[in-house]
């Protein structure tokens, strides 16, 4: 968990095996679903397909996990 600026805000990144632009969109579709008060988005340009989740409230990250799970892919916490 990493915090930054005034208002703390908690950013998780994730490593995942989601490749593709419009997969990714659909994925951030979903999340924001489950997650509607963060912020989310993906960087498919890094070697891991980073899914980076920024939350002003703390984040069940074991939640995200699973919920990608449930829909066909793999996510690991990164420190």
Known sequence: MRTTGEIMKT?????????QASIANDVVESLLEILPQCKINFDLHDCDNILRIESVEMLNTEDVKVH????????????
């Open 11 to 19: 950013i998780e990144v994730f490593k995942t095996n989601i490749t």
């Open 68 to 79: 990608l799970e449930k829909i066909g892919f793999r996510a690991e916490l990164l420190d």
